[in-house]
T-cell receptor
């Protein structure tokens, strides 16, 4: 998985609780992304980062926040989890040099909100 | 939990056959495309990419064809093997933008 780890790999939580997912990379790539994957929707971008402390919203950012204090770590926080946030969450990284923007994905975190 | 493979179009082939998976992309300004493979319970894995100044690119057992006129991509897998069973999806990128837009995917099932 291109030097990308995600933690935890599985989590079950209750509605209204805060949840933080961690993505860690050892590739020193500049760009990091958080996606969610749901049946019938494919991969949808939540937030991404283009450098330390530099982040931007994706298409489904409501209810999520992110932080990147170090190149290697990108955190996704659900401040107050809802059942609609039950999903599989993937982190990806990219060098994004020039014309190519291939992204490499982590193994995923399966989150269930009861 | 429900598999991401549900609700997807499915292509069923026999081992040894050639497979063709299609993708229609949405943005005429897209100029870089990637095919990913996703096995059950794993993250998407990069297979092959192509830039818009090409109409064909070959890898090991895989070929990607790009038709910009009709905004269509295809992934051809030669001599398909059971290990090729997975969900395949395309992604598109516009030069200068750091994000990808992903298609919903096609499930490939290979029977021995």
């Amino acid at each position: 998985d291109a030097g990308i780890t995600q933690s935890p790999r599985h989590k079950v939580t209750e509605t209204g609780t805060p949840v933080t997912l961690r993505c860690h990379q050892t590739e020193n790539h500049r760009y990091m992304y958080w996606y969610r994957q749901d049946p019938g929707h494919g991969l949808r971008l939540i937030h991404y980062s283009y450098g330390v402390k530099d982040t931007d919203k994706g298409e489904v950012s409501d209810g999520y926040s992110v932080s990147r204090s170090k190149t290697e770590d990108f955190l996704l926080t659900l401040e107050s989890a809802t059942s609609s946030q039950t999903s599989v969450y993937f982190c990806a990284i990219s060098e994004s040099r020039g014309l190519s923007n291939e992204q490499f994905f982590g193994p995923g975190t399966r989150l269930t909100v009861l | 939990g429900e598999s991401v493979g549900l609700h997807l179009p499915t292509l069923s082939v026999q081992e040894g056959d050639n497979s063709i998976i299609n993708c229609a992309y949405s943005n005429s300004a897209s100029d870089y495309f990637i095919w990913y493979k996703q096995e059950s319970g794993k993250g998407p894995q990069f297979i092959i990419d192509i830039r818009s100044n090409m109409d064909k690119r070959q890898g090991q057992r895989v070929t990607v064809l790009l038709n910009k006129t009709v905004k269509h991509l295809s992934l051809q897998i030669a001599a398909t093997q059971p290990g090729d069973s997975a969900v395949y999806f395309c992604a598109e990128n516009i030069a200068g933008y750091s994000t990808l837009t992903f298609g919903k995917g096609t499930m490939l099932l290979v029977s021995p």
